[in-house]
């Protein structure tokens, strides 16, 4: 069974936190890469985090310090701790899972340029206010 389920999205204040979750079926936390990616309105879909199964991790700039991917493996969970949350934060936040269960190319070039086929959750929305 396919399936990522997100959760765990919000209205905060800047400064505040969440934490997003993401539970994903056996089958689909099996798989290499995993990662969080966003897409705020009118604007392209950003990577925001990836994680290998071997637990490599890979950030976007602009959340570097303020956000942390997570993997629960006993829960088959993946999480994203986003702190010090910004205005600019805000958007619909998406758990994604590669299609394969082994390394096709380095993580970095994964949440810049995921792939086609890549396994999707509904998505959960963050709203950040200043």
């Known amino acids: 069974q396919v399936q990522l389920v997100e959760s765990g999205g919000g209205s905060v204040q800047a400064g505040g936190s969440l934490r997003l979750s993401c539970a994903a079926s056996?089958?689909?936390?099996?798989?290499?890469?995993m990662g969080w990616f966003r897409q705020a309105p009118g604007k392209d879909r950003q990577g925001v985090a990836a994680i290998t199964k071997l637990g490599a991790t890979s950030y976007a700039d602009s959340v570097k310090g303020r956000f942390t991917i997570s993997k629960a493996n006993t829960a088959n969970t993946l999480y994203l701790q986003m702190n010090n949350l910004k205005p600019e934060d805000t958007a619909m936040y998406y758990c994604?899972?590669?299609?394969?269960?082994?390394?096709?190319?380095?993580?970095?070039?994964?949440?810049?340029?995921?792939?086609?086929?890549?396994?999707w959750g509904q998505g959960t929305q963050v709203t950040v206010s200043s």
């Open positions: 056996t089958y689909t936390y099996s798989r290499y890469y």
């Open positions: 994604a899972a590669s299609d394969t269960s082994y390394a096709t190319r380095d993580l970095v070039s994964w949440r810049l340029f995921p792939d086609d086929n890549n396994i």
